[in-house]
Structure formats: C-alpha cells, structure tokens
C-alpha cells in the first residue's frame, strides 16, 4: 500500500461547481497534513495546511479524518484558475522529525468555461 | 525571508554524461532538504533527504547519488545518466529538528532533465 494515496483524476468541472478530492495515508501517527497545488510545469505551492479541526480558507475547506485516516480538499464556486493539480501532502514522522515529505501523485482538475 | 535557487532550469544531457545540479537555500540555518524527482504525468517521487551537512538518505536505490558539503547547499549527482533519469527535478527545503508546528515544504523552481 503506498503511503499517500489519491484519486489521479482527471476532474473535469464547469466554473461555479463544487469539487471535493480525498487523499488516503497509511501511518496513523502521521501528525502534519498538507495540500499544494502545482500548476503545469512548475514547482509545487502550499494551497494550505490540514489542521485537526479543520480549516478553510476562502472558498478552500480542508478536513482530516484520523480516525479513517483521509484528508480532503473542497473547494467551492471553481473558479478557472483553479485548474491545477492538487497534491496531498504527509509528514509521517511527526513535528519533531520532519525530516520527511511524503507526497501523493495529485489530483488533476480542469474548470471549464 | 528564506529563498531556494536550483540551476539550471532545464538540461539536455547525452546518454553515459555526468550529472550536477545545484541547490542552495537562504535565510534559515539547519534546514531539512529533499529532491524529488516527477516524471511526466506523475507524482513526486523522493530521492533523497538530508538533516544536516553529510547526512544524506537514499529512499530509491538508482545511478544518483547526494551530497551536503554545506548546510545549505545540496548537490544531486550521477556518474552516467539512463534514458529513465530524464525527469523534472525539484529540490525542497523544510524546517529542520526542533521546527515548531506544521512545517511546509518550499521547492526550488526545478530543472527539467532529459537524457537523449
């Protein structure tokens, strides 16, 4: 079983719809929690940080379930420039050994016109 | 504010040539650092990591090696490229031991490799 597992996609939505993406790991004692979005060709960016509590940020909700262990992304009223891939990201050593960056394969998502 | 710079931004190697790319960071002391290699159309895939100068973990058996002979400078190698080492390659940097809170990753700009 991989440590990080996602959906590959592709999502294909028209602009205004709401799209939800999960992402699975396999340590329970994973501690830090991640989405970043990487667009064509280019590096990755932190989207945000998955809190225990959960957190949102704009039109970007994201959720951790510990005891399922998944972590998911919602993101409402799509915009075009949302289009990107959508990267789950696990730390699995907790906050003191961050000396690792697991990272899924990412979810691919096309807004449409 | 920190900065990572890895260069060059894109190569064209030749099948048996030597390879080294550079990455540096700046503004922060003792910093965890990764490569990652992405292929076409798939996930990153880590290489190496590194938590401290000549540290250096291997998480892919393969012809690359890695080397930290600074604490900010981490260095991907190979002796001979394969046709399977093209790839875009990004190196990454993150808080290191002692870090408080969620420590994210800031990736260099990556260098797109292809081996012909």
């Known amino acids: 079983r991989k440590e990080v597992e996602q959906d590959p996609g592709p999502f294909n939505v028209p602009e205004g719809a709401t799209v939800a993406f999960n992402c699975t790991y396999s340590n329970s004692a994973s501690q830090s929690f991640f989405w970043y979005r990487q667009d064509c060709r280019k590096e990755p960016k932190l989207l945000m940080s998955?809190?225990?509590s959960g957190n949102e940020d704009g039109r970007f909700t994201a959720q951790l379930n510990r005891a399922s262990q998944y972590i998911s992304l919602l993101i409402r009223d799509s915009k075009l420039s949302d289009s990107a891939t959508y990267l789950c990201?696990?730390?699995?050593?907790?906050?003191?050994?961050?000396?690792?960056?697991?990272f899924g394969a990412g979810t691919r998502l096309t807004v449409k016109p | 504010s920190q900065t990572i710079h890895q260069w060059p931004a894109t190569l064209v190697q030749p099948v048996g040539s030597p390879l080294s790319l550079e990455c540096t960071v700046e503004g922060t002391s003792n910093p965890n650092l990764y490569w990652y290699r992405q292929a076409a159309g798939r996930g990153l895939q880590l290489l190496f990591y590194?938590?401290?100068?000549?540290?250096i973990s291997s998480e892919v058996p393969q012809n690359l090696s890695a080397s930290r002979p600074q604490d900010r400078q981490f260095i991907l190698s190979s002796k001979k490229l394969l046709l399977s080492d093209s790839g875009f390659y990004l190196c990454a940097w993150s808080g290191g031991r002692g870090s408080l809170g969620n420590t994210e990753a800031f990736f260099g700009q990556g260098t797109r490799l292809t081996v012909v």
């Open positions: 998955v809190y225990s």
């Open positions: 590194s938590v401290g100068i000549g540290q």
């Open positions: 990201v696990v730390n699995p050593y907790g906050l003191y050994n961050n000396n690792d960056m697991r």
